[in-house]
């Protein structure tokens, strides 16, 4: 019950997120008094104490199932219960317990591997030196509980504790052993995972387009390439938007002119867009490709309005802020540095979506979507809450203030337009509420009468 209120009701994301965890565990712990319901029939049948059995015999199996079943259920703690539960009922061994609760410390490691597998490789090092240090001791600890009698000195009560017990000398020995080696890892992990600037478009290639007329008679091919171009136009938008910050602290004419330069580039991008699809062979391409087709260039009509938000509303605002000698508050600036940051953020994820075209990345996006709106209100209310204490600061800033936040939390919702699509398509977005307001107003009408 508090978990599904503070998921309904609240709108800021650390509570969505915390009432989120604790129905994840209400329901495993629901579903694991099930599981010993259903296991208590079939426990005294032939095919359970075969497997176990032979999980018991080969440790190695044991382990990789249960590394297979926390990457599957993307929970290690969803596998430990279960694999208490199992062993409290005596349907699994103790000692194939203990390969299964190791298994599922890799499999935890090899999650975030595969959510993260889009990002950036700064974002990739961390998930891979938590899958090293954490997937190598899991491998030397199987060993040495299954070759040395570590067993008995960790079983204090019951077997179900002792699997518990196991879980935490794990992770505590991990983490005191592990420290040492983290700092040295790094220029590991960068040898391994390099920085890629050098894929990013540099100032002379940054404005050439990426269609290709030849692939036009070729649905997939001609998708794909528009695909990378309305990517590029993403990156347009991004670099305009990133040095914004900088303008509203120096008020540099000269850097503003170049980030208004820059919609040309856009506007012609977009052009090139609306003729590249209006040349596509729609006889040709099925209804789906066709959708995708529309989805791709509302998302570029989406991205040269964020960059018309860059030109038209934030650098004036910047110049202007200069140009009248106002000065923001040192909690409103930083909110405001806040602000970008966070939406800055969120050009990465929403370029991720349009690549990857992931339901949970979408849904992410829209979540984030949602906290840069909650951000906006806060700071809103802390901008006027300093008003109303009469901080004079704050008086002649207020317009410029409001504004810019107003500004960026429009330009995020133009970038998040790209999850829109792909969550309709996975049926977890409704199209509009507005019908079945209107039809149920329309039976209680008629019901009345």
Known sequence: GVGGFAFVKSDRRKVKQAGRIILGIAFILISLRFLRETMDPIRDS??????????????????LVGAALAFVMHSSVAVILMCITLVAIEAVPVTAGVSLVLGAN????????WLSRGMSPAARRPPLANLILRGLWAVVTLMLFN???????ISIASTSQTLV????????????????????????LVRA??????????????????????????????????????????????????????????GDKDHAGAIINQDQYLNEALDGVRKYVAGLPINSMTKSDQEIGRDLVEYAIAIESAGDIVVKRLVPRALQK?????????????????????VLSNISLAANVLISDDLESAR??????????RRERSSRKKHLSRLQKGAQISFGSSNIHLETLRAFKDFNSQIATVAFP???????????RLIDSIEAQGVGQRSET
């Open 422 to 432: 792909i969550l309709i398509r996975g049926g977890q977005l409704l199209e509009t």
């Open 106 to 113: 890799l499999g935890s490691a090899l999650i975030p591997m």
């Open 364 to 373: 992410l996006l829209l979540e984030e979507k949602t906290e840069c709106a």
């Open 147 to 153: 070759y040395l009698p570590i067993l008995p000195w």
């Open 46 to 63: 032939a095919f359970l104490p075969a497997l176990a059995g032979y999980l018991e015999r080969d440790f190695a199996t044991a382990f």
């Open 322 to 342: 200069t140009k009248d000698g106002v000065q923001f508050s040192s909690d409103g600036f930083r909110e405001l540095i806040g602000m970008h940051e966070q």
């Open 193 to 250: 995972l390099p920085d890629v600037a050098e894929t990013r478009m540099d100032v002379g290639n940054e404005h050439r387009s990426v269609l290709d007329d030849s692939v036009l008679g070729t649905p997939a091919l001609a998708l794909a390439s528009l695909r990378r171009e309305v990517l590029r136009m993403v990156q347009l938008c991004e670099a305009m938007l990133m040095p914004v910050m900088d303008v509203y602290r120096s």
């Open 165 to 188: 017990n196991t879980h935490i000398a794990f992770n505590l020995s991990l983490l005191v052993l592990a420290l040492p080696f983290v700092a040295r890892l790094e220029g590991l």
